[in-house]
Every structure is written in structure tokens, then in C-alpha cells.
């Protein structure tokens, strides 16, 4: 099980962390991903993590603004988002990837938490 917390109201130009908690140890050996899906638009990849943390991914809209980490030992992932504007306002899920090979394609995860809510306004 996932669990996502974090999310929030800020103004632009501010920063949230997210926070994805496993329930069991069953994430340690796999790659993690976040997505976020906006009101009327699909599901979308936002960054991903290799299990050792090593090699992470991201997608052009949010690189050099947001940061993913994962701390092995507490089986959580982070997500550290700065320099939010509004149209990053979405529900953000993490979910767990099948395997070790980061990927950004939603098919390639078999397990997601809620997501937590980050609005941000103008």
C-alpha cells in the first residue's frame, strides 16, 4: 500500500515536499514514479527513481524546478517541487514500478497510492 501526503494551497513561485509512504518492504527492490492528472486531462508522468536512488527521470515540464529522492531504509519516496506555478495544480499520485528499469509509461507501474492534492495559485 501507497500513501501520499504533502499536498496543499500554495502561491506561486512556492515549494511542497510530497511524500510517499509503502506500507511493506515489497518497493525496496523496485523503481518508484510519481504522475499528477489535472481536472479534464489524462494521467501525467511527472519523474521517476531507480530502487538504489541512483538514476532518476524527469519530465521536461517540471526538470531543474522538481527533485525526486527515496530513502531506502524508511521505504518512502520524495517528492521536492519549487518554483510552482499554477499549472502545475493537480492531483499527484506515486506509484511502484514492475521491475528495476525506470519508466515513464503508466502501464509500466502495477501499484498506486490516492494521490494528494497541490493547487497552486496565481
Known amino acids: 500500500q501507497l500513501v501520499e501526503s504533502g499536498g496543499g494551497l500554495v502561491q506561486a513561485g512556492g515549494s511542497l515536499r510530497l511524500s510517499c509512504a509503502a506500507s511493506?518492504?515489497?518497493?525496496?527492490?523496485?523503481?518508484m514514479g510519481w504522475f499528477r492528472q489535472a481536472p479534464g486531462k489524462d494521467r501525467e508522468f511527472v519523474a521517476a527513481i531507480s530502487w538504489r536512488g541512483g538514476i532518476t527521470y524527469y519530465s521536461d515540464s517540471v526538470k531543474g524546478r522538481f527533485t525526486i529522492s527515496r530513502d531506502y531504509f524508511k521505504n518512502t519516496v520524495y517528492l521536492q517541487m519549487n518554483s510552482l506555478n499554477p499549472e502545475d495544480t493537480a492531483l499527484y499520485y506515486c506509484?511502484?514500478?514492475?521491475?528495476?528499469?525506470?519508466?515513464?509509461?503508466?502501464?509500466?507501474?502495477?501499484?498506486w497510492g490516492q494521490g494528494t492534492q497541490v493547487t497552486v495559485s496565481s
Open positions: 511493506d518492504r515489497t518497493v525496496s527492490n523496485n523503481f
Open positions: 506509484a511502484k514500478g514492475r521491475g528495476s528499469k525506470v519508466s515513464n509509461r503508466p502501464g509500466q507501474y502495477d501499484a
